[in-house]
């Protein structure tokens, strides 16, 4: 079974950056799209970023686009998201997940395998 862990969250001022790493075990990485989603507590989880296999295409969500950057490295088996600007309202968990048709940016349905996340807080 792919395994996934998340790391990089932390507490941070608004205004400051993180980036998050999710590094992929027990699989064909390369072949794999990549997600990323938040929750925040009380909230649904929500799509954040995605990134196709290859790494040509990436995807986010139009209310961060601008302030996160996903991308991947297929020789580490690991996917990133820079988030920079962070705002109190980017407080949430973040996920990673991974999705074997390898296009990304479908619904959250595709998703087969989740981190167990990591925590990001924004302070104001």
Same mark, same amino acid.
């Given at each position: 079974?792919?395994?996934?862990?998340?790391?990089?969250?932390?507490?941070?001022?608004?205004?400051?950056? #993180?980036? #998050?790493?999710?590094?992929?075990?027990?699989?064909?990485?390369?072949?794999?799209?990549?997600?990323?989603?938040?929750?925040?507590?009380?909230?649904?989880?929500?799509?954040?970023?995605?990134?196709?296999?290859?790494?040509?295409?990436?995807?986010?969500?139009?209310?961060?686009?601008?302030?996160?950057?996903?991308?991947?490295?297929?020789?580490?088996?690991?996917?990133?998201?820079?988030?920079?600007?962070?705002?109190?309202?980017?407080?949430?968990?973040?996920?990673?997940?991974?999705?074997?048709?390898?296009?990304?940016?479908?619904?959250?349905?595709?998703?087969?395998?989740?981190?167990?996340?990591?925590?990001?807080?924004?302070?104001?």
């Amino acid at each position: 079974q792919v395994q996934l862990v998340e790391s990089g969250g932390g507490l941070v001022q608004a205004g400051g950056s #993180l980036r #998050l790493s999710c590094a992929v075990s027990r699989g064909t990485f390369s072949s794999y799209a990549m997600g990323w989603f938040r929750q925040a507590p009380g909230k649904d989880r929500e799509f954040v970023a995605a990134i196709s296999w290859s790494g040509r295409y990436t995807y986010y969500a139009d209310s961060l686009k601008g302030r996160l950057t996903i991308s991947r490295d297929n020789a580490k088996n690991t996917v990133f998201l820079q988030m920079n600007s962070l705002k109190p309202e980017d407080t949430a968990v973040y996920y990673c997940a991974s999705d074997p048709s390898g296009v990304g940016g479908g619904p959250i349905e595709e998703y087969e395998f989740w981190g167990q996340g990591t925590q990001v807080t924004v302070s104001s």
